[in-house]
């Protein structure tokens, strides 16, 4: 307002109020013209329009006319879709749970730790089980880590003292589920224990396994049988467990965006849904005894738009399946991801934990794992396990969202974002339906070839430093002591199988026989019981396993996903340095020829130096030099093997020509890069001895590779 309209207002407020007047209301329009005017001519979808992994449009501004049409908008929570949470009062009815997973490989040192973080705020756990266990193999087969269970003694020292009705217990158990049914069976036996009030789930993910080792170790038949009979016993005997799981971890660590990850995993348990209803399982039995698993990464909106989107698409398929209003609950956990951690600068991932939990709390989870900030590159310590736990704890205690009861909704950016999600992960759903459902998708390679186009793009981007990785694309503290990478400890696999001896000696090799040789003429039903007589007898899980299914054929080999993080092809990079620092004394050097006035070089001064340090590169500077021959003379005396000229475009064809003749004149031989790439000169600076080119399009992966390559910094 001017100033004359401005003080008719102040005389005003006393009479009538007319704020239309005063404050004229200003339409999306008004405020686009005076941004585009901001942007002096920049384009208006370039500057301020951002597009995800997904192909979705992040808009600089969201209003309610994009929001109205919405139908989950309406809704309440615990209601309709869901979309708004899983229960009318959310948080605050009871809370989601803390469930960290086990680190410690052998079960009495899990136990104990399981014990001490249950006494400082964890509420429930979340049990890593090895490679070889989930895949129903001998404890010599496993190459990982995770907890093997050798049988009920392992299980009995692992939940030593822990009520199962107040910590609910999550199993990673791969397509081994029935395994654990069995352990926990015979447990309730010999403890005299309640297995109607245990809580948690048993994660049957037979699919995912496949993809995840490219192999498994029983047909589709029978895994649809076991999983089947998981269910009815849960019904019967552990109402309070989930049984079935879609996990999409292996996708998202694989490198897959929100809307594969989502895509995929729905497909899963359609798959899941649609056998066990085949098998004369109703709909409203089967579908609660699903959990979903998820990776939560950094990118906050679009996580909290992903579990959310995953309520209401789970809502649409199980009411297409007939199922009643409670069957169609969601239930989630979400652990965040190690995709995006990284070992140089490991602190950062303190922050990125922290972003991904509080996604995954206003998305609405109903159990979280944190990971440790070390996790990628050893196993996790004391310190870091507390700080991971306690990033929930002050989310709840501090923070107060267990007060809340959907704190993203109604937001108009969220609410878009589950719609446009939800309509894209539907449409990849479809997708795989039409070949024929995930097992054949998985087969033909359909969700391997998505996942790795994804992770491509994903990585191109941070190649060229579009995405920025603090601490590793971006702002590298090369003063920073690296990450000692520990590999897991080799003798405490060992243990594993010491401990199976042991239990194969005190057995009656003639009994078991005779209990192993029933396994062809159980019914299903009988499965879960007779397993944990078995175990009873001294059998190992995976020697149950092997019998109820022997003489069967194999899942035919898949292509494999294999987790992967976003910041590796840096830290390859880095880690190159660091060894040559290591054998030399000095890290690689990088001279810095500015040439003019600090607003000719300053800009690509700076750019320079992150790009070099990046790689572990200590930069040299200058303040500027007036001509190409200073310039050369202080490049040659700082004896560094690699010169960048940093200046404007319009000076690089005059002074750059003379200043690299200068160098080889003096017999220097340093690798000449030049930051900027003015097209129409590049040739001819090619010609002049111009090595590399350094700009915002630059592979800078590509180039620091063929650069280490040129002076010497080999692979460690």
Partial sequence: ??????????????????????????????????????????????KLVSKTPEGIDIQPLYL???????????????????????????????????????????????GKALRNALKRGQTAVTFALSPAFRRG??????????????????????????????CPLHFLAGSSGMAVAMLLQDLARRENRDLAKIRGSIQQDPLGEWVRNGALPLNTDQAGRETAALVRWATDQAPQLQVVCANGLIYH???????????????????????????????????????????????????????????ILWSRVVRAFAGDHAARRIRIHARTSRYYQSRYDAHVNILRAATATFAAVVGGADSIHTSPFDESFRVPNDLSRRLARNTQIILDAESHFRHLIDPAGGAYALETLTHELAAKAWNLFREVESRGGMTRAIAAGFPQERVLAVHSQRALKIATRRTVIVGT??????????????????????????????????????????????????????????????????????????????????????????????AAPFEKLRDRSESYLQQTGNRPMVFLAN????????????????FFEAAGFAVESSDGFDSPQTAAEAAAGSKSPVVVVCSNDDCYPELVPPLIRALREMKNSAVVVLAGYPEESVNALKEAGVDEFIHLRANAIDVLSRIQQRIGVAES
């Fill in 137 to 166: 193999a001998d404890a010599e087969e496993d190459g990982g880590d995770g907890l093997y269970l050798t049988g009920t003694g392992d299980l009995e020292a692992l939940i030593h003292e822990v009520d199962w009705s107040a």
């Fill in 253 to 311: 660590e694989a490198g897959a965006d929100a809307v594969t990850e989502l895509g995929f995993v729905l497909s899963t348990a359609v798959e899941y849904l649609a056998d066990l209803v085949q098998r004369g399982i109703p709909v409203d039995q089967a579908a609660p005894r699903f959990r979903f698993g998820f990776g939560v990464g950094t990118h906050f909106l679009m996580e909290i738009a992903k579990l959310r989107a995953a309520r």
């Fill in 1 to 46: 307002m001017s100033e004359k309209e401005t003080a008719t207002a102040r005389v005003e407020l006393g009479k009538n109020l007319d704020l239309k007047r005063i404050f004229p209301l200003h339409t999306y329009g008004d405020w686009k013209n005076a941004a585009e005017a901001g942007l002096k001519g920049a384009p208006f979808e370039k």
């Fill in 595 to 610: 040439l003019g006035s600090p607003a000719q070089h300053k800009a690509r001064a700076e750019f320079s130096r992150g």
């Fill in 473 to 566: 694309s971006h702002y590298a503290d090369i003063q920073g002591e690296p990450a000692i990478v520990e590999t897991p400890d080799l003798s405490q696999m060992q243990a594993a199988s010491a401990r199976m001896k042991t239990l194969q000696s005190l057995r009656n090799p003639a009994a078991l026989r005779d209990l192993l040789d029933k396994a062809p003429s159980l019914e299903d039903s009988q499965w879960v019981f007779w397993g944990a007589e078995t175990l009873g007898a001294g059998a190992a899980p995976f020697e149950i396993l092997s019998a109820l299914r022997q003489r069967q054929e194999t899942m035919p080999a898949a292509e494999k996903l294999f987790a992967c993080r976003a």
């Fill in 64 to 110: 309610r006319e994009d929001v109205v049409s919405l139908p989950h908008l309406r809704e309440f929570p615990g209601l309709q879709t869901r979309s708004r949470g899983g229960t009318a009062a959310g948080n605050i009815e009871c809370g989601w749970e803390t469930a960290q997973e086990t680190v410690d490989t052998d079960p009495q040192e899990a």
